[in-house]
């Protein structure tokens, strides 16, 4: 019998061959921002955490250790103003990729079912609600939401642009979704990286929902701010319902956190100090590479908080690519996120600092 797998869109940086080829041959060597992925050392406390828990035979619980889920909580308030939270509203995941590809799927969408992403977004959105057999209709932030709607994605900061939505924008959107009976997850993974004058806010933040948490699901990684993007680190929290309901599905899939991870998140969750030094190194970066594209003719747009900077020379973003694939610098094409970003490109700023320097000197190599 033949097996008929899902009909997918081709993975994004599969198409970056000829391009990643391009720049591994500069005599300097490749200056990859083209993906998000932490290049810094992941901080001791959560390393031992990790170790001290190595021995650890059982099944781990699916719904996370008490000491977990209470660390979230915490750290949500502490952090973002987060309040009226409780323990038994969140969950960790295997990362959060994995919560967003399946998310519409645990959730019981099926065909005829309509997702609602940003313009610009995640790619994983749109292969979740593929995954479900759902329709995915792109909405920009100021265009109405479409009607018969049952998931609203928002991401804010967002990847790629940066962009940071206001207390008014969220609060407006999640009114929206609830007269539509929609569910609202906001992908939260870049909330803990500010940027230097934005003040990112979380749906769970009261200014936002108005004092109920019904319909809304916040998701956070410990990828970003903690650089465990290795430890698959991730958890959902908000509607005390939703996630439970998430919870029962997950326990019967087998979708657990791994014990020792469980710990190394407890610990990351309980410590600021490491979360404040990864903005100062990122907000360092970013003054150093915004303003070296800047020079060189691309137009940063929005990229006030996050990892990346949205940059565009007004052509199509292929060429801007191979453009600075020359330059041995290798960045992502912004029509992976939609047909919106076909004029820029999305840089990462996840390089260690001698090789966002060299970026900046290839840059300025050619005023």
């Known amino acids: 019998m033949p097996v008929s797998f899902p009909e997918l869109p081709d993975f994004p940086w599969d198409s970056l061959a000829a391009e990643t080829a391009t720049a591994r041959s500069h005599p300097d060597g490749v200056v990859d921002l083209s993906v998000g992925t932490p290049v810094d050392p992941v901080p001791e406390i959560v390393a031992s955490a990790l170790q001290e828990a190595w021995n650890s035979p059982g099944y781990p619980q699916t719904w996370g250790t008490p000491q977990l889920r209470t660390a979230a909580v915490d750290a949500l308030g502490r952090r973002f103003g987060v309040d009226g939270l409780i323990p038994d509203a969140v969950l960790p995941t295997i990362g959060s990729k994995e ?20 313009d610009l977004a995640y790619p994983t959105y749109e292969v979740g609600a593929m995954l479900a057999g759902a329709t995915t209709v792109r909405v920009a932030d100021d265009e109405p939401l479409p009607a018969g709607a049952r998931l609203v994605w ?105 014990r020792p991870v469980q710990e190394a998140m407890t610990a990351a969750l309980s410590d600021d100090a490491h979360v404040a030094e990864t903005r100062q190194r990122y907000d360092a970066r970013r003054a150093v590479l915004r303003p070296a594209l800047e020079k060189v003719g691309l137009r940063v747009d929005h990229s006030e908080a996050g990892l990346y900077l949205w940059a565009t020379a007004g052509k199509p973003c292929r060429e801007t690519l191979g453009w600075l694939a020359e330059l041995g610098i290798l960045v992502a094409p912004g029509e992976f996120y939609g047909p919106a970003g076909s004029e820029h490109v999305r840089v990462a700023l996840t390089a260690s600092d001698e090789r966002i320097e060299a970026a900046a000197t290839r840059c300025a190599s050619r005023l």
């Open 154 to 258: 928002l991401n804010s900061p967002s990847n790629p642009t940066g962009r940071v939505l206001g207390v008014e924008a969220l609060a407006a959107r999640v009114a929206e979704a609830r007269a539509l009976g929609a569910v609202v997850a906001s992908d939260e993974c870049y909330l803990g990286l500010p940027g230097p004058g934005s003040e990112p806010v979380s749906v769970l933040d009261p200014r936002v929902h108005g004092g109920s948490l019904e319909s809304l699901l916040a998701v956070h990684s410990l990828s970003k701010t903690s650089q465990l993007a290795g430890y698959r680190a991730a958890f959902v929290a908000g509607d005390p319902t939703l996630v439970a309901g998430l919870l029962a599905v997950r326990k019967h899939a087998g979708m657990i956190v791994p």
């Open 99 to 118: 919560l967003v590809a399946w998310l519409p799927t645990l959730l019981g969408l099926r065909s005829g079912d309509v997702v609602a992403i940003p």
